[in-house]
């Protein structure tokens, strides 16, 4: 393998399949290698390192049903360059989800 080419999303997903209902819950959490030249720069998630590559990172989602088609969504991400890695960022994220 090229350096700078390669990448990689690892994860693992527990609870219920979907949370769409009050009292169904679930937890997230991915592993993410992507080196520099592995993927076009406009296409990374801006949450992990302000959307840059050549970092890893942790991502860890936690999503709570609140009624009927509404969720309370917790999204944590502990991202640091692979260059640099004395430079971590980390974001957290607030979503609440209405389906209608």
């Known amino acids: 393998m090229r350096k ?5 999303d690892l994860g693992f997903k527990f609870g219920h399949e979907d949370v769409d209902d009050k009292g169904r819950w679930q937890a997230i959490v991915t592993f ?3 080196e520099r030249d592995a993927w076009l720069d406009i296409f990374p998630d801006s ?3 302000s959307g840059e590559t050549n970092i890893r990172s942790i ?3 936690l999503i709570f049903g609140l009624a009927k ?7 944590y991400y502990y991202s640091e360059s ?5 430079n ?3 974001v957290l994220q607030v979503d609440w989800k209405l389906k209608f």
């Open 4 to 8: 700078g080419k390669n990448a990689f």
């Open 32 to 34: 993410e290698r992507l």
């Open 47 to 49: 949450s992990d390192y």
């Open 88 to 90: 971590p960022a980390q």
């Open 69 to 75: 088609n509404s969720s309370l969504g917790l999204n």
């Open 59 to 61: 991502q860890g989602n």
């Open 82 to 86: 692979l260059s640099e890695p004395d």
